[in-house]
Each structure stands twice: as C-alpha cells, then as structure tokens.
C-alpha cells in the first residue's frame, strides 16, 4: 500500500522560510516523478515543482523560480521543498504526488497524494 505524508507547513512571516517533506512507503522516489501542488481557499490546485524520476530533472511553475528548491534524499524515501522569501500568495495547502506519467505540471498525472499541509503567511 502506497502512502505520501506532507508535513512542515505552518505559520511564517512574509519573508521567511519553511521546508516541506514528503515521506513515501510503498512506492521508491528515487525512480518515480514527484510533484508539489497547492490549493488556496477558492482556487484550483496549482502545480510548484517537480523531480523526475532517475535524471532528478526539476520544474518549477514562474512564481516559485529563485525561491523555492525541490530535492529528493533517496536514502529517506523523501522528497523536499525548500520554500524561501515567502510571499503571503504562497498561503495554501501543499501536496505532495508521486509517480506521474506525461506531463508533471498536471495534477491528473499522478497516481499517489498525499494529506496535505496548510501553509500560511502573514504579512
């Protein structure tokens, strides 16, 4: 059985910094894209960035380029999003997805989510 687990959200200044991690069992990050996407209150989920599988190629959505860093440790099964410079636009629930096929940048390609976690920045 495959589970994703997001967890380092939480409440930050504009300005400041959080890590996200995606914890993975039952499915190997290091062979499988992974993708961040985030969901604001009335929005539609919006693709972050991504890690591909076995060439770690990654992508980021235009809003995010210089600020936020995504990085795979494959020894943890864990997937990572290094979120600076947060802007209050970054407030929303953050997903982690795992395992995609075609293009990363869409939230139907993957097979696996995880719970989510809120992130929150105030001004």
């Known amino acids: 059985q495959v589970q994703l687990v997001d967890s380092g959200g939480g409440l930050v200044q504009a300005g400041g910094s959080l890590r996200l991690s995606c914890a993975a069992s039952?499915?190997?990050?290091?062979?499988?894209?992974v993708g961040w996407f985030r969901q604001a209150p009335g929005k539609e989920r919006e693709f972050v960035s991504a890690?591909?599988?076995?060439?770690?190629?990654?992508y980021y959505v235009d809003s995010v380029k210089g600020r936020f860093t995504i990085s795979r440790d494959n020894a943890k099964n864990t997937v990572y999003l290094q979120m600076n410079s947060l802007k209050p636009e970054d407030t929303a629930v953050y997903y982690c997805?795992?395992?995609?096929?075609?293009?990363?940048?869409?939230?139907?390609?993957?097979?696996?989510w995880g719970q989510g976690t809120q992130v929150t920045v105030s001004s």
């Open positions: 039952g499915v190997t990050l290091g062979t499988s894209g």
């Open positions: 997805a795992a395992k995609y096929r075609g293009d990363a940048t869409k939230y139907d390609s993957y097979d696996y």
């Open positions: 890690i591909s599988g076995i060439s770690s190629r990654t």
